[in-house]
């Protein structure tokens, strides 16, 4: 069975640092990735996926990740945090033939001054 | 254009009530999916419908159970409400031929069970 695991609960960064946050996957093939941002109280926002081709991904609100197939991972970046960064992060994964999502627990992300 | 749209935003439940949460897909979208969202945990998905049909299920109790109607909105319904059944319920649709697209959410409901 697939199973997404995002090792940090929480993180906080200074505001205008650099942000990873970490992805594994376990899953035999490739699988199509993604990552979602929640904000307190509301849905799911799509930040960006990975189909297949080029392994740096480019997504919206400055984003990006890259699938590394060999370390089963797909982190998502981005170089300089803003306030409005602060939320929950979810990683998912799914394979082909529009089968369901499986997500991770998440990431809390905290912004400080 | 209209995203996923859900109703009622929040609901407050006692137990062993029933409850149904609805779902309007995004214009043009076909398959609804239906995920729980308990408190600090990811969502896990509960089940999808297209062609009014459930074609998928996740581990959840026959508790749980969806209808999807011909304009392909959707509604969850669970009966005998437990208090681990507090959780945000999230709507997602997508187009179920076209293997590459991305699940759209609504801003889900939010269930809290007494």
């Known amino acids: 069975a697939q199973s997404v695991t995002q090792p940090d609960i929480h993180i906080t960064v200074s505001e205008g640092a650099s942000l990873e946050l970490r992805c594994n996957y376990s899953?035999?093939?490739?699988?199509?990735l993604f990552w979602y941002v929640q904000s307190p109280g509301q849905g799911l926002q799509l930040l960006l996926k990975?189909?297949?081709?080029?392994?740096l991904v480019q997504g919206i609100k400055g984003f990006e990740a890259e699938f590394k197939r060999s370390q089963s991972s797909f982190n998502l970046r981005k170089p300089s945090v803003h306030w409005s960064d602060a939320a929950e992060y979810f990683c998912?994964?799914?394979?082909?033939?529009?089968?369901?999502?499986?997500f991770g627990k998440g990431t809390r992300l905290s912004v400080i001054a | 254009d209209a995203g996923v749209t859900q109703s009622p935003t929040h609901l407050i439940k006692t137990r062993g009530q029933q409850v149904t949460l609805r779902c309007s897909p995004k214009?043009?979208?076909?398959?609804v999916s239906w995920y729980q969202q308990a408190l600090g945990q990811g969502p896990q998905f509960i089940f999808q419908?297209?062609?009014?049909?459930?074609?998928q299920r996740g581990n959840f109790p026959d508790r749980f159970s969806g209808h999807q109607f011909p304009n392909y909105s959707s509604e969850l319904n669970v009966n005998a409400l437990l208090l681990g059944d507090s959780a945000l319920y999230l709507c997602?649709?997508?187009?179920?031929?076209?293997?590459?697209?991305?699940?759209?959410f609504g801003n889900g409901t939010r269930l809290t069970v007494t």
């Open positions: 990975y189909f297949s081709g080029d392994t």
């Open positions: 419908y297209y062609e009014e049909e459930e074609r």
């Open positions: 214009s043009g979208h076909d398959t």
């Open positions: 997602a649709s997508s187009f179920k031929d076209r293997d590459i697209t991305p699940l759209h």
């Open positions: 998912a994964v799914r394979n082909s033939g529009n089968t369901p999502l499986v």
């Open positions: 899953y035999g093939a490739t699988p199509y």
